[in-house]
């Protein structure tokens, strides 16, 4: 089985960026977050495509100064995952 | 309603007009942007507006905003344990309190309808005051020091839009008075009362939900402009930490939205409007985090502050 990661569909986000800090109000959950960089560049990656762990990691690890770990992006996608932004999808091999 | 054409602050009726009107019709007495059409037949209520709303405006106008009312329940509450009701449109939105206690919960009851009927405006958990032009806003959790902090402003010369409740107009950001009494808690009391010889407090309401409480007066200054909105300059988080020395920290504007918000009665209620209403409201304000122990020292720091801004 392969695992991948891909934007919930329908999602209406709004963004305000101060700095490095990003300001994301989900108009579908009416939820409100605080995301650094690297979240935003996530939602960004799976705009239009799914994505596996590993494929996130690489490309998010890209602009990181400081190399990111599997772990740190896994407990990452798991809590946007909570949020309702994004989603696991599993396909047979 | 029965009132003269020519009445223009409480103060201009006399006692026997204003009991009158309290016990019958009402009275409409205007608030900063909200008329508040008010009836009791407490004793205590009358003592209490006559001193602490006779600055404010009252009309001669069937339309309030709030129609309220303050009275013992019909039957024995009203003798034994004896209790009073908060009515909002003849209904009642929550349980009763000690008779003791009808002044402060007119006070509570009035901010509890603008925080929960006032769409119209997105409404933070802040206090909210000017001078030279700048508004800030103090969002705050319970016991932070917030409201103390407020009634030494004013007392300072500082204007005071509110000690409870940040009105910010959506259209154009600005904050809205309301110059209502200050909520003053426990050690606070004393505390502002050894602060200014001028402050005018009201007896101590003991054994409230919230402790011992009393009311400050808004000054009659701030009552008179409370018709004027403020640009939002400011929004300052402040902690009474004893024995710090007084310090003002930056915070970033993201880790302050989420603060503010997470203050807010309505910000969920208003939706994407809400963000996006906090968003220029943060995008326009320097935001920090604020320190103290001795009020004198917050005074200073505040006065500053707002100087240099007027300054630029």
Redesign the interface.
Known sequence: MAEYWVKEPELSL?Q?Q??D???V?N?SS?D?H?FDSISIKILSLLESHSMSTDAILSEVNKTQSDELDLFFISELLESMARYGLIKRRCDAV | MGLSSDVVTLSDLSDRQLQEQLTTDGIVIQTGAFLIHLRSRLAPIFEHIKIFYADYPVYNTDFADFHVRIDHPPGLRRWIKSQVYFYLDERVPFKPLPASQACPMLEWGLNWCIANYAHQYLIIHAAALEKNGCGVLLPALPGSGKSTLTAALMLRGWRLLSDELGIIETESGNLMPLARPVNLKNESINIIRDFSQDAMISPAYKDTNKGTVSLVRANPESVEMASQKVKQCFVIEPKYLPESTANLTPVSRGNMFMHVAENSFNYSVLAKHGYDVMTRLIEGSKCYSFVYSRLEDAVRIFDDLVDAQHAR
């Open positions: 709004h305000q101060w700095d800090e990003f300001v109000y108009a009416g409100t605080l």
